[in-house]
């Protein structure tokens, strides 16, 4: 089993890593020989995970060469303080020689169409009555704007998801196409409340192919992680 990355963040501003967190990282475990076979061992991958929080998958990720040695790690994250985490965790614990570049960005609009060859979604999966809103003019003062902000709107904003949890993920899963590469593939993070079986015959519908990879009971909870790709 591979080690998990140390973590120490302020969990007031930040999403504590947690089971979800970890099934996650079982997933890429379980899958990093598919991996370095799909996206290529030799070849240059994009690698984005987004909603980085804390960092401990983007870090994870690094340590252990997913999908190769020679990827490119760009987390995104709206919460500024969970990119300066992400630094922090990477710092803390030995990552090699990686191109890293963390960006504050609302999913993956500030990438490149059709460039991204692994991406990596933990999302605001729980139902809600809404979607708590981004700060409008976070992009002129970042800096401002997260003193200002009161810490528990970071953790609704890393929580919550809408009608059926599912608001920001749909907002991911519909445009995949044009945020994945031709050999891009897709890990994704659902509860059961999701109705993920939907999703998935949603999504095959339009022509992705879609494997279960991960299952696990936590607490109330039943999390599933789904792989996507062409
Ligand atoms: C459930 S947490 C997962 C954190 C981390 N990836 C993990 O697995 O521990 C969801 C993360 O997504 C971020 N997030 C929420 N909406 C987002 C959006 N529209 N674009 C980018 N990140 C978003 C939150 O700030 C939060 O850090």
């Not at 614990?93 to 020689?97: H, L, R």
């Not at 609302?106 to 609009?109: P, R, S, T, W, Y």
């Not at 700060?135 to 003062?141: A, I, Y």
């Given at each position: 089993m591979l080690p998990t990355p140390h973590v120490s963040c302020d969990y007031d501003k930040v999403y504590e890593p947690s089971e979800d967190s970890f099934l996650l990282l079982d997933a890429l475990e379980k899958d990093r020989a598919f991996l370095t076979q799909f996206l290529g061992s030799q070849g240059v991958n994009l690698v984005c995970e987004v909603g980085?929080?804390?960092g401990i998958v983007t870090t994870f990720m690094m340590q252990n060469n997913i999908?190769?040695?020679y990827s490119i790690y760009v987390p995104t994250d709206v919460n500024p303080w969970a990119l300066e985490s992400t630094v922090g965790t990477v710092q803390r614990?030995?990552?090699?020689?990686r191109f890293f570049s963390p960006v504050r960005t609302?999913?993956?609009?500030s990438i490149r169409e059709q460039e991204i060859d692994l991406l990596v979604f933990n999302p605001p999966y729980v139902p809600a009555e809404t979607v708590p809103a981004v700060?409008?003019?976070?992009?002129?003062?970042p800096t401002k704007v997260a003193s200002e902000q009161r810490p528990d709107d970071w953790l609704d904003l890393a929580l919550l998801g809408g009608d059926d949890g599912m608001v920001v993920t749909w907002q991911l899963l519909n445009n995949l196409d044009s945020f994945l590469s031709a050999k891009g593939v897709a890990y994704i993070l659902f509860c059961a409340r999701n109705k993920p079986l939907d999703v998935v015959k949603h999504m095959q519908e339009q022509g992705w192919q879609s494997e279960l990879v991960e299952h696990r009971k936590a607490g109330w909870e039943v999390l599933s992680i789904y792989r996507f790709h062409r």
């Open positions: 980085c929080g804390s999908p190769s040695k614990n030995e990552c090699g020689q609302n999913l993956v609009h700060p409008q003019d976070w992009e002129l003062d």
